[in-house]
């Protein structure tokens, strides 16, 4: 079946280390997207990326890094200059050029700090 | 930049009744796509109904369906007969027509009361 697998599902991250987030897709889709999502403030993005080898800063990308070397994987590196880590994280894709088209999301990713 | 707004943080209904969560959105576009996301305590995102602004007509997806003003940038979700699997968090989320990123409100939490 067709779909987003982000791993692990539970994350959690010691003062000063850098943490990977998987996002791994088999839909074909060239657009991916991170998203971080706290209590009462909805989604933010944090990057995108529309193509191989190609990403965008979103809203919140400071303290984030990420990489689209292959189609289907787009990785989340939270590193030890975000301060307040601790969230929930989702990863999503959808077809670059169907505007219509839906976000598609993982399961997601909770983070928390030691 | 465009901004969702959710106004009503948490709702309750009764089961079987009929609830409206309220949506507003400020853009400049006149060509974009307005969705609505249902988030269970599972915390899988799931599409509930979307619509194109160019179309006047009301989305409906069974119990589902939309007030979309334009005129007014409203866009609210009616859920008819609810049920207790309704019980979740609501996100109107706007994507402007070939944009990228998804613009999420800060969700409203539905509850079902048997």
């Known amino acids: 079946d067709g779909g987003i697998t982000q791993s692990p599902k539970y994350l959690f991250r010691k003062e000063g280390q850098n943490v990977t987030l998987s996002c791994e897709q088999n839909l074909n889709h060239d657009a991916m997207y991170w998203y971080r999502q706290d209590p009462g403030q909805g989604l933010r993005l944090i990057y995108y990326?529309?193509?191989?080898?190609?990403?965008q800063k979103g809203d919140i990308a400071e303290g984030y890094s990420v990489s689209r070397e292959k189609k289907e994987s787009f990785p989340l590196t939270v590193t030890s200059a975000q301060k307040n880590p601790t969230a929930f994280y989702l990863c999503?894709?959808?077809?670059?050029?169907?505007?219509?088209?839906?976000?598609?999301f993982g399961s997601g990713t909770q983070l928390s700090v030691l | 930049a465009q901004t969702v707004t959710q106004s009503q943080p948490e709702m309750s209904v009764q089961e079987a009744e009929t609830v409206t969560l309220s949506c507003t959105y400020d853009?400049?576009?006149?060509?974009?796509?307005l969705f609505w996301y249902k988030q269970p305590p599972s915390r899988q995102m799931i599409l509930v109904i979307r619509?194109?602004?160019?179309?006047?007509q009301n989305a409906t997806e069974n119990r589902f369906s939309v007030n979309f003003q334009k005129a007014a940038k409203s866009f609210s979700l009616k859920i008819s007969d609810s049920q207790l699997g309704d019980a979740a968090m609501y996100f109107c989320?706007?994507?402007?027509?070939?944009?990228?990123?998804?613009?999420f409100g800060p969700g409203t939490r539905l509850s079902v009361l048997p």
């Open positions: 999503a894709s959808s077809p670059r050029t169907a505007t219509f088209e839906k976000l598609f």
């Open positions: 990326s529309q193509i191989v080898n190609d990403f």
């Open positions: 853009t400049s576009e006149s060509d974009y796509y």
């Open positions: 619509q194109e602004a160019y179309k006047q």
């Open positions: 989320a706007y994507r402007r027509n070939y944009g990228q990123n998804f613009v």
